[in-house]
């Protein structure tokens, strides 16, 4: 899910800090915060005046105002002082995915309008087009408690395969096909919706090894028990040239579909190895166990 106005995000990250929850957020382009610890006032000073309305306290100074973070990145020192460090972030379908990034110690405004315990603040940018650019908020610093940049911005591009995963139970499994009313009823058709996901995943998984089938999608299984489920009934030829049918179609996108990638991945490359990039030679964030 993604949360688009500001307030909402700043009500979400407060609820993760109150529940003592580890975060990295992609926040909006106008989310305030700073990169120098603000003074706090706890109490008022003594030569206050008493006259008018008592002011809460703890409060922030006037010295340092909260800022944007995207004029964070144009103006301040700590960001414009350090140069762009590119990572290999992950790979795809289509090849490498390289981003340059930036980080800087964070303190965000809180919901109460105050400034949060210590994070980071990562700037983003895709290499490959700069106007295209990700601001992500973290709780934790690199190089403290074990946390390390690189696995900060792993967590921070996984977005993707969860959107994937809804995307696959709506487009084929019909997770979006419901036409109930009551709480019940929804709660059970989701249920059955994600086992039907989880056994597609079980078969994928199965299988990725076996050189006779391949790899597969969740669109590919989801034909092959169609094609077992309406052929259970005919005689024993006529099931068996059902399936050998859908196993030549099942194959044929294989081939077609790797084609692709393989022609994507190249063309990849070639376009990183324009601007001076050698994938394997850059920070890769990916973890051994799931490369």
């Known amino acids: 899910m993604v949360i688009s106005r500001k307030w909402d995000v700043l009500k979400f990250l407060d609820f993760l800090q109150a529940h003592q929850q580890n975060f990295v957020a992609e926040v909006p382009v106008n989310f305030h915060g700073w990169v120098r610890r603000p003074k706090l006032l706890r109490q008022p000073p003594p030569n206050a005046p008493r006259r008018g309305r008592h002011k809460k306290y703890p409060r922030l100074g006037r010295e340092i105002p909260s ?20 990572f290999h972030i992950k790979h795809s379908d289509k090849g490498p995915v390289v981003w340059e990034v930036k ?7 809180q919901s109460n309008g105050l400034p949060s315990p210590p994070g980071c603040l990562i700037v983003a940018r895709n290499v490959l087009n700069p106007e295209e650019m990700k601001y992500f908020v973290a709780d934790q610093l690199p190089g403290e408690k074990g946390v390390t940049l690189k696995w900060l911005l792993w967590v921070a591009f996984r977005r993707w395969p ?3 995963c809804f995307r696959e139970a709506k487009n084929e499994l019909g997770m979006d096909h419901y036409e109930v009313r009551g709480w019940r009823c ?14 597609c995943a079980r078969v994928r998984q199965k299988h990725a090894s076996t050189p ?12 092959a028990m169609n094609v077992w489920l309406d052929a259970a009934d005919l005689p024993r030829a006529a099931r068996k040239r059902r ?9 044929y996108y294989q081939r077609r579909n790797e084609q692709a990638r393989q022609s994507h991945t190249k063309t990849r490359h070639k376009r990183l190895e324009a601007l001076g990039i ?12 799931t490369s």
């Not at 929804?186 to 056994?199: I, V």
């Open 243 to 251: 399936y050998q049918k859908a196993l030549n179609k099942i194959r």
């Open 186 to 199: 929804l709660h059970r058709h989701f249920y059955l919706t994600q086992l039907s996901q989880l056994f």
């Open 67 to 86: 800022c944007e973070v995207r004029n964070l990145l144009k103006y301040s020192p700590e960001f414009g002082d350090q140069p762009w460090q590119p």
């Open 162 to 164: 969860v959107e994937r």
């Open 212 to 223: 006779e089938v391949g790899k597969l999608t969740v669109e590919q299984v989801r034909d």
């Open 278 to 289: 050698d994938v394997n030679e850059l920070e890769c964030c990916i973890p051994h166990d």
């Open 103 to 109: 980080w800087a110690r964070f303190y965000r405004k």
